[in-house]
Structure formats: C-alpha cells, structure tokens
C-alpha cells in the first residue's frame, strides 16, 4: 500500500488566485481528514469526511476553503481566493483500515506559499 | 471543546539517555491518545497509541503511560538514538483529534 498521497508537494501562487490540493487516502478506508499546520496555530483539523459524507467542518477557516470527496479514492481542498495567510502546510490523513477512524495516517502534505 | 497542553517545548538529550514528554487534557471523555513523531519535511507519523481503559503500553524503546484520572499522559523514549531527533506532538481524542504544540526533541551525539 502506498501510504496516503498528496499533490502537489509544493505550490507557490499569487494573492487571488484559486488554489486546488489533491489527496488520495489509504484504499479501504471510511474516513478522511484534512489538517492545517502553521508556526502559529499548530496543527488544525478543517473538515473530515466519512463515507465521502462531510461530517465536521467547523475548522475550515471561512467560505473560501471548500473541501470535496467524491469518491472514497480522492479528495480536494480548494481555496478561492487565496490570500497571504493561507500560507500553511496542509496534510490530509486516513485510517489504515474501515472502522479505525481513530488511527490516522497523515500524507507527506502540500507547502502552499501565497504571495 | 478539547483542549491539550503539552511541555516541554524543547528537549536536549544525550544520546543514550532518556527523554519524557508530557501532556495533559481537558475532556475527560476523550478515550484515545496517540503520539505522533515529525520530521523535517514529512508529515507527522503515528509512532504509539494508547486507549483509556489502558494505564501503559510499550513499543521496544518507546513507552506511554496515562493518567487518568490527573488526565494526563507521558511519551518516555529510553536509550535515544541521534535518529530521535524530531518533532513529538500529543493528541487526545473524543470526536476528533486535538493535538499538543508538539515538543523539538534533540538528541546531542
């Protein structure tokens, strides 16, 4: 199994621009989870889904991010517009297995810089 | 909501010697505690886990303890190798995972 994979590893945009990360979690699961983490705040979780169902968005910072699943093999976290400080790394995780919600995999995340 | 503290922030070892990282919580529902261990340019990686029905569980040189009824948990690495060096973040979990400030261990060659 691959792991958790994200892409890209690394985006650079300017201020205004729309901005779309990709994550493909561990195959099998039910659960995925999108986290934030900056110098600031530490690691943040935005929003998770469940069986491709959004279940807790209450970290997502405002309507600018917006998160999908449309299926239990991808996921997209898309910021429009992007400003300054969204700058962050953003990782998405998945348990390794159906009904392990508990233990999350993380990816090797995406360094967003927005200038 | 949840909310996790965790000391030190940072930790000099001389390798060979024993680090411990602490953490305390505040909901006492919160029944799963992982530790996580990042390293430069990685995402954070599950090292240990422990549920709340278990007091201390160990993993070769890793171990943690939890407390719960102080709502408090401990990461102890014993015999710290240079490839230690990293940062360890707590987390506590009831719905979802809150996580500590995370701790810059160095282990001193």
């Known amino acids: 199994d691959a792991g958790v994979i994200q892409s890209p590893r690394h985006e650079v945009t300017e201020m205004g621009q729309e901005v779309t990360l990709r994550c493909k979690p561990i195959?099998?699961?039910?659960?995925l989870f999108w986290y934030r983490q900056t110098m600031m705040r530490g690691l943040e979780l935005l929003i998770y889904?469940?069986?491709?169902?959004?279940?807790?968005d209450s970290g997502m910072p405002e309507d600018r991010f917006s998160a999908k699943m449309p299926n239990a093999s991808f996921s997209t976290l898309k910021i429009q517009p992007s400003e300054p400080r969204d700058s962050a790394v953003y990782f998405c995780?998945?348990?390794?297995?159906?009904?392990?919600?508990?233990?999350?995999?993380f990816g090797p995340g995406t360094r967003l810089t927005v200038t | 909501g949840e909310n996790v503290e965790q000391h030190p922030s940072t930790l000099s070892v001389q390798e060979g010697d024993s680090a411990v990282i602490k953490c305390t919580y505040s909901?006492?529902?919160?029944?799963?505690f992982p530790w996580y261990k990042q390293e430069l340019g990685k995402g954070p990686q599950l090292i240990i886990d422990?549920?709340?029905?278990?007091g201390e569980k160990k993993d070769q040189r890793i171990a943690v303890t939890l407390n719960k009824t102080a709502k408090h948990f401990s990461l102890h690495i014993t015999e710290t190798q240079p490839e230690d060096s990293a940062v360890y973040f707590c987390?506590?979990?009831?719905?979802?995972?809150?996580f500590g400030t995370g701790t810059r261990l160095t282990i001193i060659p």
């Open positions: 422990i549920r709340s029905n278990v």
């Open positions: 195959s099998g699961h039910d659960y």
């Open positions: 889904f469940n069986n491709n169902v959004p279940i807790d």
């Open positions: 995780a998945s348990p390794p297995k159906a009904g392990r919600a508990y233990e999350q995999y």
């Open positions: 987390a506590a979990r009831r719905e979802k995972l809150t």
């Open positions: 909901d006492s529902a919160s029944n799963y």
